[in-house]
């Protein structure tokens, strides 16, 4: 479906649906150097052991470079051609931006303006998270409208868009739909 | 895909999926005059910030309505042959009725038998809300329950129903499954 | 698209999308005698009443079956080439077992080693549950990931997969998806 020229994938997902697990099996299956984007800070045990839980899933020939605000300077400096990039994961990304009092629509801006200039693919791993009913606070619905912004900011940038459910994936773009009223 | 006689459409998504959005375009690419039957009232500054901002998606050339309770009323006055719909949206109409105490189930039923005998197309917008954890107040899953049955049941009636994530579309129906055991 | 050899079938889906009623029409229209597992405990008056309109949807010639603990000891017991079982819900089996305090994931990998030795099909319905924002309650986040596990593991070992919203299914295994970067 995809051919060897493809540059920017987006694979979205809930928790623990399997997405990061399938961008790293892509990113192994590509024959290119895998390089991790984390952007989670382990802050808290909880974290810690997810962090930890992800890193037991990757084989060991990872290349593993943390940035939890300057994503789109990370980018520029870790593509190259021999590289498949995974950012995993930018609900976090959000949630860091977000705490450290960041504007996030024009982080997401920066971050959609360097897709096209880098030198090899990249893989970005983001949550769905508008699924549920109205989150009780004010804090949760202002950080679900800037996940669903910078989902859809994404979307329109990248050259593929999935959607992962227990690890499998749907296609959301290219799309085959073609309606008109 | 649809052909030019579809009358009815169904769109799903969570929130900030880019739902409305899609809904728009579709509406304006008809070469129909566009009318928006909006549900939401603007009661606190929070829901007047969301009016506005998808009030500024939008080209000039709309024609808007207003109508929080009685839809089914709101489609047979509005629609035309030179005419297209959009409901936008059946969450806060399902919302608007609970408050006011009205019997959400009965009105879901008025406004699908309605939908046959309309003279123009009609486009729905919907929020699906089931696919968080289990909301910690009855009122949160009693509403989760109701929005669930109006999708179910207008998903039944509507020729073609969409899920949205991130501005892409995915075709619910038709479908094309057929499994047999 | 499935053969009259299909085996075992799973059907996720978000709080009231219909997946249930999916899975008992798949059943109905199999041909073969449908038995229910059911593992919800009728708790308190809202169990009661979800069961209560279960069953009002079903046909009256199902056999069923409580079970809340030993779901694979129960699928052996009941499999048969002239049946088909629906299990409904898994996420209640989850639940039922972290109430009583047993390890979860054993119990799934127990659920799956079952799977290639049942003597007819099975169907199982399961509820996604990852896709709002994070729970607020560290017993709501071990739900939510034990869940998202769960589904993982049985979309992992089961032929066929859907997602089901608001009564209409998507097709995610097998996936017509052949990625390459």
Request: proline share 3%; charged share 20%; glycine share 8%.
């Amino acid at each position: 479906m995809a051919s060897p020229t493809v540059k920017s994938i987006l694979i979205l997902g809930g928790a623990r649906s399997g997405k990061s697990r399938y961008a790293q099996k892509l990113a192994e299956a590509s024959g290119k150097m895998p390089v991790l984007i984390a952007t989670a800070a382990a802050g808290d045990d909880e974290m810690a052991e997810r962090i930890e839980k992800h890193r037991a899933e990757r084989s060991a020939h990872w290349r593993v470079v943390e940035e939890q605000i300057d994503l789109a300077g990370a980018l520029v400096r870790e593509a190259a051609a021999d590289r498949v990039l995974v950012v995993d994961c930018l609900t976090l990304w959000l949630s860091n931006l977000m705490c450290a009092a960041k504007e996030a629509d024009a982080a997401v801006s920066g971050l959609v303006a360097v897709l096209a200039r880098l030198d090899g693919p990249v893989i970005f791993v983001t949550n769905e998270v508008g699924l549920g009913i109205v989150p009780n606070s004010k804090l949760g619905r202002a950080f679900r409208d800037a996940q669903g912004r910078l989902n859809q900011s994404l979307a329109a940038a990248c050259e593929i868009v999935l959607f992962v459910t227990a690890g499998l994936p749907l296609q959301l773009k290219p799309s085959a739909l073609a309606l008109r009223l």
